[in-house]
Every structure is written in C-alpha cells, then in structure tokens.
C-alpha cells in the first residue's frame, strides 16, 4: 500500500535534503547485495531520522534493528559530542557492511553495533536514553515498548517504523497474522498511555512519533 502517489513521493525526494554520498552509495548496496532492501529507511524516512535527532540532539541514542545500518548513521547525525548511539540486531550477516559503512561515515566510536536478541541485550544495558528507534521485529513490538518506556529519559522521544503495516492496521487481523494484531495493539495502547503524547506520521509504512511527558 502507497499512502501518496509515486509522482508526490518523488516530488517530495526532489524537494528534501539530499542523501549524504555515504548513504547514497549504502542504499545502492543494499538494493544490490542485501536481501529484503524494502526493510532500509532509504532516502526521505532518514532525512526525517536525521531532521528528529537534530532537534532533539540527543546524547544517547538506542535503535533496534540494525539491518545495513542506514537509519543508525542517519540519527547519529544529530547526536551531541560526546554521545553514542547502541543498535541491536541479531543477524551478524550483514556484520561487516555495517561496520564498513560506519567507517566510512565517520561515525566509527558513536555508533556501537550489538549483535544478540534484543529482548536479552536490552537487559545488559544500563541508563537512560533520549532517544529510541524501534524497527525490529513486529510482533514483540509491544515487549519493546513496554520494556523501553521506562528507560526513556523524561521529555525523551521514541520512535516506531512500520505501524501502520501497508494498511493492513485497517482490517481485521487473520488468525495466524501475529504481526498485524500485534500492531493493532501496540497502537491503541500507545494512544491511551497517559505517560505519552504520540503522533503516527504517514511516512513510508507508518512511524509513531512518542514524547515521555
């Protein structure tokens, strides 16, 4: 499902900040050598990665779902000096792209990539962090949610892709489609949380925008 036509899509390409160089070339990689490459921000959704991480200017930074590490050097661009940002994922295929692309980005010693589950590394970290991406797997969307909120740092910013899941948020749930009935919840209980303000922007697949009050 496209929430705007792909003439307003590119329109909208051509009219925002151009990809770095870097991420440029990462997101032609990925299109070419990595399988499933619809799963990577790609141009618009990191520009507004990017655009969020300058605003807030976090100092610490916590993502789930590495993938080619796109999105990471995306909100690693507005990240204060000094601050790190730790992405989790649990494939270690893609282990060498991602540090290549760090390298190569310039933000080698702020981006930490975790290879491991990350309902269990979750667990070995310790602090609060200003900001959070979750991008991982849907249908434990909730156990991140509800395991991360209270690591959120007050007036801290959560971010969640894929919420709206190609529209499929609209219908009834199948039986065997956990992902979706997943996000369903994970959607209304989000929008009746006192503990937040939420927003889901129509981006690509749908990103909740969630301030901790």
Not at 195 to 207: E, N, W
């Amino acid at each position: 499902m496209e929430f705007i036509s792909e003439e307003l899509d590119k329109y909208v390409c051509e009219h925002s900040e151009k990809e770095p160089e870097v991420l440029y070339k990462l997101n032609r990689e990925t299109h070419l050598n990595v399988l499933q490459p619809r799963m990577l921000s790609g141009h618009f959704q990191g520009r507004v990665l990017s655009m969020i991480s300058h605003m807030i200017s976090p100092k610490r930074v916590l993502e789930l779902g590495t993938y080619t590490g796109y999105s990471a050097i995306c909100l690693s661009e507005g990240i204060q000096k000094g601050g790190e940002l730790i992405t989790i994922d649990v494939n270690d295929e893609r282990e060498e792209l991602v540090e290549r692309y760090i390298r190569e980005s310039g933000f080698e010693g702020v981006i930490k990539p975790v290879i491991g589950d990350a309902i269990d590394e979750i667990k070995n970290l310790d602090g609060e962090f200003d900001l959070i991406f979750i991008d991982a797997d849907k249908k434990n969307y909730q156990l991140y949610y509800n395991e991360l909120i209270d690591r959120l740092s007050s007036g801290g910013y959560m971010l969640i892709d894929n919420v709206l899941w190609s529209g499929k948020v609209l219908t009834e749930a199948k039986p065997n489609d956990q992902d979706t009935a997943a996000l369903q919840k994970l959607n209304s209980d989000i929008a009746n949380d006192p503990r937040v303000q939420v927003v889901i922007l129509p981006i690509r697949d749908g990103l909740s925008l969630i301030r901790k009050k």
